[in-house]
């Protein structure tokens, strides 16, 4: 059964500081990893969809690495803004079923 | 496009009740899934369908839970009777089945049993 964690739970920063988020899931045969971003009380909004072949994947200010073979996904922010408060969750679709799981989440605020 | 539509957004209701989440996926989504958030347990899925067909209810917490997807446009989830333990968000999402396409989520249902 795969399961997904991340760490910090929650994150506070000053405005303009570059910071990494962590997430790591204990089977490695998977399909892609997603990063989500939850704002309070909304669904979730895609980021980042690194497929399993993939090393990285950029957007912006924002890059995703994958490391497969060690379990292990990081979501870098650049200059972070105070609009970046969110939580960001990362997702791991396993194998070629559609069935994702989810991390708990990191809670990060972005102080002014 | 309007995005994954969620009805009722908020919903309280007293134990015994039974309850009713409805969702509308996008246009041209065939693959359908609900989810249960709760702070505790974070996202959960519940279950989900391709082709308005469920593939995967192994999530669904227990018998009075049940789900279904009359059409491609529509799908329910119900909880008959409901109880406090039952109280969390309640997302619906849609996808393009078989892609590597991310899904996209609704806002939520948010479900008070008291």
């Known amino acids: 059964k795969q399961e997904v964690t991340q760490i910090p739970a929650a994150l506070s920063v000053p405005e303009g500081e570059n910071l990494v988020l962590n997430c790591s899931f204990t089977d490695s045969a998977i399909y892609n990893l997603q990063w989500f971003r939850q704002d309070p009380g909304k669904g979730l909004t895609s980021l980042l969809l690194i497929q399993s072949s993939q090393r990285e994947q950029t957007s912006g200010r924002l890059n995703a690495s994958l490391d497969k073979s060690s379990g292990r996904s990081t979501l870098y922010i650049a200059a972070s803004q105070p609009g970046d408060s969110a939580t960001y969750l990362c997702a791991v679709r396993t194998g070629g079923y559609q069935k994702v799981t989810f991390g708990i989440g990191t809670k990060l605020q972005v102080i002014p | 496009d309007a995005g994954v539509i969620q009805s009722p957004r908020h919903e309280v209701t007293e134990m015994g009740q039974e309850v009713t989440l409805r969702c509308k996926p996008i246009s041209g989504h065939n693959s359908l899934f609900w989810y249960r958030q709760t702070m505790m347990r974070g996202l959960e899925l519940l279950i989900y369908f391709n082709n308005n067909v469920p593939i995967d209810d192994s999530g669904m917490p227990e018998d009075r839970f049940s789900a279904k997807m009359p059409n491609a446009s529509f799908s329910t989830l119900k909880i008959q009777p409901s109880e406090p333990r039952d109280s969390a968000v309640y997302f619906c999402?849609?996808?393009?089945?078989?892609?590597?396409?991310?899904?996209?989520f609704g806002p939520g249902t948010r479900l008070l049993v008291l």
């Open positions: 999402a849609s996808k393009i089945a078989g892609g590597q396409e991310t899904q996209y």
